[in-house]
């Protein structure tokens, strides 16, 4: 059975895929077939008659998969909106079932499989029916959160470990991305969160990190 951990964050845009790219990317250069998956994906780019899932494509390529982008996610919406609006606009709503057997799917291929959500944990994906949390709990998979390191970051990332606990949830971690070394706000950033939820800060991410510093063995470790 593979072991999995469901990558989620603070917000949109935070840096979810660029992350899991090299997390995926570690495992597979320490020897372990490590995989991706994602459950539904807005925005993506059309290509003739083809639709780009932009996150699995850059995950597949950073990590060397072998497999095609469009096997690695359930849902792919053109229209660059949250997943339950693009499913409602394009007329795709998202099933669970769907998602459950594309994910056992992928746990056949991997033994390490990487889930990334889309947006923070609670991103709607169908409208009074299923939350990103809904997902991240019918997956059965423990959470690692991204957050930026910025101005603010406390707030968000204790709200969103807190509300996890609350529904649940194993929170393995935090990655605090666009880390600067020595800047005093974000040390005391990492620390006060570490502090205040006792949840621990794996891995700071600079601006164009090509790699993390984690040990392999620690970051299979997160795995469930
Ligand atoms: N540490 C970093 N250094 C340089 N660029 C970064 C870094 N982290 C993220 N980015 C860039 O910021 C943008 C947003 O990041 P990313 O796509 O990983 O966010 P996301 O959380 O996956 O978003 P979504 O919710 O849409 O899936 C991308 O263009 C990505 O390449
Ligand atoms: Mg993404």
Redesign the pocket.
């Known amino acids: 059975m593979a072991k999995k951990l469901f990558i989620t964050?603070t917000g949109?845009?935070?840096?979810?895929?660029?992350?899991t790219a090299l997390l995926v990317k570690k495992l597979r250069q320490a020897g372990r077939n490590a995989g991706y998956y994602k459950a539904a994906l807005s925005?993506a780019k059309r290509r003739g008659t083809r639709l780009i899932p932009g996150?699995a494509e850059y995950v597949k390529r950073q990590a060397g998969l072998e497999h095609a982008a469009e096997e690695l996610v359930s849902y792919i919406y053109e229209t660059a909106v949250s997943p339950h609006l693009a499913a409602e606009l394009e007329e795709n709503p998202v099933e669970l079932s769907k998602v459950k057997e594309d994910f056992q799917r992928i746990c056949g291929i991997f033994d390490y499989v990487t889930a990334?959500g889309?947006?923070g944990i609670l991103c709607p994906v169908r409208r009074n029916l299923l939350m990103m949390e809904d997902i991240i709990k019918a997956l059965d998979c423990p959470i690692l959160i991204?957050a930026p390191a910025e101005l603010g970051t406390i707030n968000h990332t204790i709200l969103t470990i807190e509300y996890a606990r609350s529904r649940e949830m194993e929170v393995k971690g935090v990655i605090l991305?666009?880390f600067h070394k020595g800047n005093a706000m974000e040390e005391d950033n990492l620390r006060f969160i570490e502090e205040y939820t006792g949840v621990p800060v794996i891995a700071c991410?600079?601006?164009?990190?090509r790699d993390l510093e984690i040990e392999p063995e620690r970051l299979a470790a997160l795995y469930r």
């Open positions: 964050a949109t845009d935070v840096g979810k895929t660029y992350l925005g996150d990334e889309s947006g991204v991305n666009w991410a600079e601006e164009n990190a």
